[in-house]
């Protein structure tokens, strides 16, 4: 199979999405074409309307869409996404702003509209998992339930997984992600649950604390660090209490780019979700709302990021929001917070 040098694959983009806009509206000549990953940009300035086409990851880059049309003035948005699941997450996403992108499927040289997904849930893990709470605990791991999985986080790592066998028994691998797990299972083969659990978590602890030398055990997942410091010290963002819940959208592994959220209530007993994001993340805001429709319609959303790592753009795309966010953030040394950091 040829592969297209990506110079090519962008100008192929771009006609097709010039293309499928002409279809239906009247495309001025002075419509500028652009770039946008995994896809392209049109926007007519005569119009303020603009088209953005997606490819891959489409569910993951509504607010990376909101934020060039931001930049681009763009008051009518459209968003074109030949991945029906994709296309319909993006629409649930969408209908959280004030004014929601509209979202089509190509059919042809037609873009048909596309009803948003319905509301994502966060299952339960089966009762013989949670059996297993207890063992995660007294291992010195926070247990967190994630798209129906029992895990066990070190700041956020997870290091341990309860995993349900076709034959209904439960049992918990250790490991950091699926394959570590593989290799652990080999690894800790000579060793008793119980004491494999042990070894996996004094691995990793001897690099998630201060002063240790960098590595990935101790620089995946941070917003999910985040979240453990918030979760140990909730007055960090005024809240009374908090515990883990997985998002709309569970991570497919720990290198992907992420939030990690948390429910609870805040100093006046109203129903709180905090959305923890490090670095500058565009999809904070559509996927903390997300989140917030998830666990908690209607309750108080904060999102939480390091002091270091505010930016404009997240306060511009919360603004867009139909119900409110507020943005807090938690001080520089938020990993010493959580008895941690490098």
Known sequence: MTTLDPDRRSALLATKLRVLAGERWDVGSEAVAGTFPTGATLVDPAQNRGWILIEDGAERRLGGALAV???????DLHLVIDDPEAAAIVARRASAFRVPPHVWRAEGRALV????????????PAPVAELYRPVLQAAGLEPVVEGGSLLGELLGLEVARVVVGDDGTARVEAGVGRFDREVG???????????????????????????????????????????STLLADPSLVGAVALRPVGSAIPRRNLNEEGVATAVGVDLQGRELVVVCSTGVYLDLVPAAADDRLTHAPGARLLLALPELDTAAITADLAALLAEPAELVTVPGDWRNLAGGGI
Do not use: C, K
Request: hydrophobic letters at 50%; proline letters at 10%; charged letters at 20%.
């Open 113 to 124: 509209p596309v009803a948003p997904a319905p509301t994502a849930t966060d299952p339960a």
């Open 185 to 227: 299972a080999m690894m800790f083969a000579h060793l008793a649950e119980h004491d494999s659990l042990a070894r996996a978590v004094e691995i990793v602890a001897g690099y998630r604390v201060v002063g240790a030398q960098r590595h990935p055990l101790n620089t995946l997942v941070p917003e999910r660090w985040l979240r």
């Open 69 to 75: 049309a931001l930049r681009a003035g763009v008051t």
